[in-house]
Each structure stands twice: as structure tokens, then as C-alpha cells.
């Protein structure tokens, strides 16, 4: 059964699913969608339109949904998708898409920490961390499994790629690459998230082989273009160079050096 303390408010316009709790002082706007077995522990404010999957947990004074912060934003229908079994921790902030129809997106698994922010038009993948005041400027990408440190800011358009840690107090301007550590205001990139990538059941042989490509991307005269050709010309193919280097090559700001 849903469970609606009596001092919250829901928006009859608001679509709420079986088994999800709603505790006090929680406002639900018109237009938003809450999947089953969501917790909204209190003094949560929800607004639409946003579609918000199973299983998540808003822990008290998440503000999720509102109008983007785009000064361009002048009240068109943007929207919010949030995927399943996420938690977001004390006063996380989302917002909505800029333009019409416009998408922000957060996928399932993710753990968001107090403070945290992920603005207007970003794309979040699956099984990331957030920490303390881990934040994202908007049209921002970050791929599955990666860790934004605590006091991090990512300017408007960069990418984080898959399995790339951010240490804390860390200035991003540039795309991160996947599965490197990227640490120092301003950063730089310190080597693999090889302790990250052994945990999550890497192979030794796809370790390694990252090892090698950061030695030429990071440790040699080469640049960018030239590192990626010695990585296709001397470290055997796999998954998950072509992952990086497809990255790399489809940077439009640049990766961080």
C-alpha cells in the first residue's frame, strides 16, 4: 500500500506507484511519475514533469525536478528521467532539461551524496557515486561507474568516462577518459583506476593493456592523435581500448592531460 503522511502534499496530477512511502512535509507536483517502492523520507519536493523509476530514496530536502537554472529557460515543458534504485542523500539537487522536450537523465544503481548537484540537460549512467558536494554543470556526461570526488565541479559539456574516478576538490574543464584518475585543480590525469577496475572483475590482460595506452597517451612526446595510432599499432585489440580510444577521437573539448 502507498503510504502519504498527512502533512505532505501530492498534486492529484501526480502518478504514485504501489508500496511507496511519502513522509512529512514532502510536496509532489503536478506531472511527476514515482515508481513502486520508492521512499520520499521527508521534506522532499518533487516537481514535473519527471518520471522517477522503482526503488529510489530521497533522503530529507532533495529538491528533484525543478526548471533548469539556464538563464535561456523561459518555462517551455522540459522533463526528468530517473532510472531505479537509486539514493539520493541530504539536499541533492536535479533539474530538468533547458529546451522543449529537453531530457535530464540519471540511470539505475546510482549513489548520490549530500549536496551533490547534477544540473539541466545532463546525462548519468548507471552504478555512479557521487560525493559530498560532487557537482555537474549542465549538458554534462557521465558514463556507468564513475566516481565524481566530494567538493568536484565538471564545466558545461564535458564527458566522465566509464570507470574514471575524480578525486575531491577536483576542476574539470576537459573530458576524463575512461578508467583513468583524474585528481588537482587545475587536473591532471595521475594513471588507471587500476584498484577500481580489479574490484568490478577486470581482466589482468585488460589492465595492463590500459596501463600501456596511458603510457603513451600521459608518459611520451607523442600527442593525442599520435598516442591513440601507437596504442591501435602495439597494444592487442580489445573492448575496452576501443571504448577508449572511441572516446578520445569523438572529444570535443578535449581530454584532460
Same mark, same amino acid.
Given at each position: ?9 501530492? !498534486? ?5 506507484? =504501489? ?18 517502492? *520508492? &521512499? ?20 530529507? @530536502? ?6 533548469? /537554472? !539556464?538563464?535561456? #529557460? ?9 532510472? !531505479? =534504485? ?28 549530500? #549536496? ?5 540537460? *545532463?546525462?548519468?549512467? !548507471? ?7 560532487? $557537482? ?19 564545466? /558545461?559539456? *564535458? &564527458? ?9 576538490? $577536483? ?7 575512461? #578508467? ?9 590525469? +595521475? ?7 580489479? %574490484? +568490478? ?6 589492465? %595492463?593493456?590500459? +596501463? =600501456?595506452? @596511458?603510457?603513451?597517451? @600521459? ?6 592523435? /599520435?598516442? *591513440? ?19 578520445? %577521437?569523438?572529444? /570535443?573539448?578535449?581530454?584532460? &592531460?
Amino acid at each position: 500500500m502507498t503510504a502519504i503522511h498527512p502533512s505532505a502534499v501530492v !498534486d492529484p496530477a501526480a502518478a504514485i506507484g =504501489d508500496g511507496t512511502e511519502i513522509g512529512p512535509f514532502c510536496h509532489v507536483g503536478a506531472g511527476v511519475e514515482i515508481g513502486p517502492g *520508492c &521512499r520520499l523520507i521527508g521534506h522532499v519536493t518533487v516537481a514535473g514533469p519527471s518520471k522517477i523509476g522503482a526503488g529510489n530514496t530521497f533522503f530529507p @530536502y532533495c529538491s528533484i525536478g525543478q526548471r533548469s /537554472q !539556464d538563464l535561456k #529557460y523561459s518555462g517551455e515543458p522540459t522533463h526528468l528521467e530517473i532510472g !531505479d =534504485d537509486n539514493s539520493f542523500r541530504e539536499f541533492c539537487t536535479v533539474n530538468r532539461g533547458t529546451v522543449p522536450g529537453a531530457v535530464t537523465r540519471i540511470g539505475s544503481h546510482g549513489n548520490f551524496l549530500a #549536496y551533490s548537484h547534477v544540473a539541466h540537460d *545532463c546525462t548519468v549512467g !548507471d552504478h555512479v557515486i557521487f560525493s559530498n558536494n560532487g $557537482t555537474l554543470a549542465g549538458h554534462v556526461i557521465v558514463e556507468e561507474h564513475a566516481v565524481i570526488g566530494g567538493l568536484s565541479g565538471v564545466h /558545461q559539456f *564535458c &564527458r566522465i568516462g566509464r570507470h574514471a574516478i575524480i578525486g575531491g576538490c $577536483t576542476k574539470i574543464v576537459q573530458d576524463v577518459p575512461p #578508467y583513468m584518475i583524474a585528481d588537482g585543480n587545475p587536473a591532471e590525469i +595521475r594513471g588507471v583506476n587500476q584498484v577500481g577496475l580489479e %574490484r +568490478r572483475g577486470f581482466s589482468a590482460a585488460d589492465v %595492463r593493456s590500459l +596501463r =600501456d595506452a @596511458y603510457r603513451f597517451l @600521459y608518459r611520451s612526446n607523442l600527442n593525442v592523435n /599520435q598516442a *591513440c595510432e601507437q596504442i591501435e599499432a602495439e597494444i592487442q585489440a580489445s573492448d575496452v581500448l576501443a571504448h577508449l580510444l572511441a572516446f578520445i %577521437r569523438s572529444s /570535443q573539448r578535449g581530454i584532460v &592531460r
